[in-house]
């Protein structure tokens, strides 16, 4: 049976995109995927080979022939995101697809075309296989991009005969992070010590539990606020969910990211260290 592992964060910037290439370092015959395709970076640390390149269409936006329009202005009174301009043409970028403009042109001037809103990836790594994507800029649709990736993860997982896939999620709770979440075997939600951070953590937590995933939660950079720190500990007592421990701060994190390696690549200083331990703990939860 394949395990999925997906590394999440109620908030940005608390380093699970860190963590996640450590435990791809870590980790033996496994399949990595970022899903956090609004914003991937996962590949700057991985450096993958790209085997191959596939686009995705997330959904369909409006093409105004101009042969056929009259200039009524209809489309233009009832588009609700201002997409379409004086000269009675649709901006993509500002095109929102739900095609209001196309159902009730008096012409039938305005056709709803697939668009393509990004691509997706499947490449090679030191680590392993690597599936990735790159959405553009404004686009959306997101959550179903996540699944073209999961899917495609899983199949070659078993092409493979590999058991685990890990997963850098999507921060927050939207809509990339439920697609991500969904029939995953194990969450680790990385936070950090800060009011939001905890506040965050929160909401990851109920997502979890909306889905019925077993989770556990780590501290990252737990010593700049050891209060803090023990307040998200004392929580995850209260609420029985397992508490990983604590990743201290140390600057060669901000060190290895600067050569492009993971931090137990880099260094056997404190972060590298606690990391190692961790990885323990999420193997022995799988």
């Keep these: 049976m394949i395990k999925e592992l997906v590394v999440i964060s109620g908030k940005g910037g608390t380093g699970k995109t ?27 640390i991985l450096n993958p080979r790209i085997l191959s390149d596939e686009g995705f269409d997330g959904g369909r936006k409006a093409f105004i022939d101009a042969k056929l329009c009259t200039g009524c202005g209809e489309c233009v009174r009832l588009c609700r995101f201002d997409a379409i301009d004086e000269n009675f043409r649709a901006g993509l970028l500002v095109c929102e697809g739900c095609g209001v403009c196309a159902h009730f042109c008096p012409e039938k001037a305005i056709e709803m075309r697939p668009h393509e809103s990004g691509r997706w990836f499947v490449s ?10 790159k959405l553009g800029m404004a686009e959306g649709n997101s959550g179903k991009l996540v699944s073209i990736l999961r899917t495609k993860a899983k199949e070659i997982a078993e092409d493979n005969g590999f058991k685990l896939i890990i997963v850098d999620g999507s921060p927050g709770t939207g809509c990339p992070v439920i697609a991500t979440v969904t029939g995953a075997s194990f969450l680790l ?20 539990g909306h889905f019925g995933v077993k989770s556990a939660v780590c501290v990252n950079r737990g010593d700049i606020n050891m209060e803090r720190t023990a307040e998200i500990e004392k929580f995850c007592s209260s609420q029985n969910i397992e508490f990983f421990g604590i990743i201290p ?6 060190a290895a990211q600067m050569e492009a390696k993971s931090v137990v690549e880099f260094s056997t200083g404190p972060a590298a260290s606690a990391i190692r331990e961790l990885w323990t703990k999420v193997k022995a939860a799988l």
């Design 124 to 133: 090679e790594t030191a680590a392993g296989p690597f599936v990735h994507a």
């Design 189 to 208: 939600i990385v936070t950090e010590p800060t009011v939001s951070g905890i506040h965050d953590m929160k909401r990851a937590l109920e997502l979890a």
């Design 18 to 44: 860190s963590i996640t290439a450590s435990f791809a370092s870590l980790a033996d015959k496994k399949v990595m995927v970022d899903c956090d395709v609004d914003a991937a970076d996962l590949h700057l």
């Design 249 to 254: 701060y140390d600057r060669d994190v901000s």
